[in-house]
């Protein structure tokens, strides 16, 4: 499409790249549209794996864009130079999956992903090329977006490089980040084998092939092939994409968990250096090795659970719930149980079905009855088809708070009638997770009531619980601290706080980002530019609203005031439900795409029945934020008698809508009157 120069930015001192796209490619039409499609797409993401974009524009018809200036080779060269190490393979493959999973994270499918648009820098860093024929959905910026996609894929236009094409990509059918995850099986195929799995000598046998052949198995043609990474390569390369990842990130982790079985975990870490501490995040089970503190909690729950058939973890916000029952629990499961993790949020049964429904891949009549999970009967029968494929099985519902602040009441009795019936008849272990001030409203439901029997407390953890939390994770990645002092500095500011571990995890990660890597240190300076732990967090969120701007903290204010319950939980909100409360709603995206850039929200994606459509979610990170950040704070108390009321009118509105609008259920007299003032004030 264009020639790419090597040129010097004077103004910053650095070199970088910059591609001119020839005239004819650009003249209107598909063309531009192409050009600015790939430079919105490339310059709305920032990640190690992804090309940086600098600048797009044009300069007397000319179009260019400005890139970081990359010294390399793309891994087509380096295929056919010489045949990289497993290892090798494995670190490329785990970079660009990362790299994919950030693309997506925005909403941007690659749909051309290939040898030859991923590159390979002198430092062994891959960078991901060419978002030429990205698709994005819901991107700020890209209203024609979507209108494009509709009109090639109904005039049957296949796009992408024919031999990396995923099956629905052959058929002209709509693409999501499924589609990538084909191509990225193709590409690693490629990398372990040096012979490509689909092409043939004609683009119709290639096309024939893609859609109705399966390659050899990888340890067919490589005994020494780890039998797991086949495994991965195989359900990538899935015809149907609801039986590949759901996601890159799923398939980072995975590719990951490879490692140390194929070439030892320290033979990695010199090439990729995965932050121990999840800031905001909880831990999961992939982070079990790096878990460290509730030791004691977790052995004690596993003397229990055997025997009972409900028991429960109680505790605050942000002591860290979710991370002991999947790094911990989960994690650390006897041989022969099998395991499950859900949380109720808005539809608790749908949720449990879509837990259940992976375990549940290879029998066709399952899948069919999940449709109707709602149903008790079918519910009980799927889990115990699941349970019955284990000596033991344990069903995890965490945050199970949600049942009681987001679930009307008939949806509430349903479900914890479902929960007991799944313990009694299903003969399934229950644990659930929940705030401790709503431990009180189990009591309100029998099917609940044994709870009280099985409780395991959860409280902050204490000085050698944090000190460990602190020093070990950093020391399974082969880092020190700097000095003992600065432990015990950071541990001394968050004693007695009820949010002291995401706090502290917080300002971990952004240390772990300045780390001294020859040294192999966390140094004390890194410590100090993070602002310490206590105003870690509440600095980095006040410096996200600084960017966003005084004129727009209006719509910051709104989307908070509608992602937190009265109660002061955090809700998932639909993105375009929670956009609709915007007249304007360019500037409310992008917005909400500052925030969620910032990781003050966070967004992720649910698949519709059938996994046939996604849809996308927005909540607050963590809990944590809610009690952490002074502004937010006072913005609840402001809100607090409004907060009550509007939560009534959200469950009143979803009950209206499931009823089909009667006008039985429609606010009259005092009802109507307290909307409209709280609506006017």
Known sequence: MGEVYRARDPR???????????GEHVEGGEGRRRFEREARAAASLNHPNILTVHDVGTDGGIA???????????????????????VQVLSY??????????????????????????????????????????????AAGTPDGDEYEQRTT?????????????????????????????????????????????????????????????????????????????????????????????????????????????????????????????????????DA??????????????????????????????????????????????????????????????????????????DSDALRKLLSFEDAEIAVDLVGRWRRAHAEALLVVDQFEELFTLSPKGSREAFAALLGR???????????????DFLIRCSEHEDLAPVFESLTPLTGLGTSGLRRAVVEPAARRGYRFEDSSLVEEMIQSVEGSRGALPLLAFALAHLWETRDREGKLLTRRGYEETGGVPGALARHA??????????????????????VTAEGTRVAVEREELLSLFPGRTDATAVLDELIDARLLS????????????????EVVHESLLTAWPRLVRWQAQDEEGAVLRDQLKQAARLWEEKGRTADLLGTGTADHEFELWREH
């Open 542 to 563: 006040e410096a996200a609203i600084g960017r966003i701007g005084p004129e727009r903290q209006a719509i910051v204010r709104e989307i908070f005031r509608d992602l």
């Open 12 to 22: 910053l001192g650095r070199e970088v790249a910059i591609k001119v796209v020839r």
């Open 603 to 618: 967004s992720f994606e649910v698949g519709e029945k059938g996994g046939q459509t996604v849809r996308r979610r927005v």
């Open 289 to 362: 090795a790096v878990f460290f503190g509730r030791e004691a909690e977790v052995e004690a729950l596993w003397r229990r659970l055997p025997d009972r058939r409900l028991a429960a973890v109680i505790g605050p916000s942000g002591v860290g719930k979710t991370s002991l029952v999947r790094a911990g629990v989960i994690a650390s499961r006897p041989p022969g149980w099998g395991a499950l993790l859900c949380t109720p949020g808005k539809d608790p049964h749908r949720n449990l079905g879509r837990a259940v429904a992976p375990e549940l891949a290879g």
């Open 93 to 138: 493959a785990v970079q660009t999956a990362r790299g994919l999973a950030a693309a997506h994270e925005k909403g941007i499918v690659h749909r051309d992903l290939k040898p030859e648009n991923l590159f390979l820098t002198a430092d062994g860093r891959v960078k991901i090329l060419d978002f030429g024929l990205a698709r994005c959905e819901g």
């Open 422 to 436: 799944i313990a009694r008849d299903a003969d399934v272990h229950l644990l659930l997770s929940l705030r401790d």
């Open 154 to 286: 109904r005039s049957g236009v296949l796009l992408g490089t024919v031999a990396y094409m995923s099956p629905e990509q052959v058929k002209a059918l709509a693409t999501d980040a499924r589609s990538d995850i084909f191509s990225f099986g193709v590409v690693l195929y490629e990398l372990l084998s040096r012979q490509h799995p689909f092409r043939r000598e004609t683009v119709a046998a290639t096309l024939t092939a893609i859609l109705w052949e399966s390659p050899p198995d990888l340890t067919a043609l490589d005994g020494a092939m780890t039998p797991v990474l086949g495994g991965i390569v195989r359900r990538c390369l899935e015809k149907d994409k609801e039986h590949r990842f759901h996601s890159a990130h799923d398939l980072a982790l995975a590719l990951e968990a490879v490692v140390p079985a194929l070439s030892g975990a320290a033979g990695f870490r010199d090439t990729e250096e995965r932050s121990p501490y999840p800031g905001l995040s909880s831990f999961t089970e992939e």
């Open 64 to 86: 260019y864009v400005v890139t970081e200036l990359l010294e390399g080779e793309n891994l087509r060269v380096v295929l056919s130079r010489r045949s990289p190490a497993p």
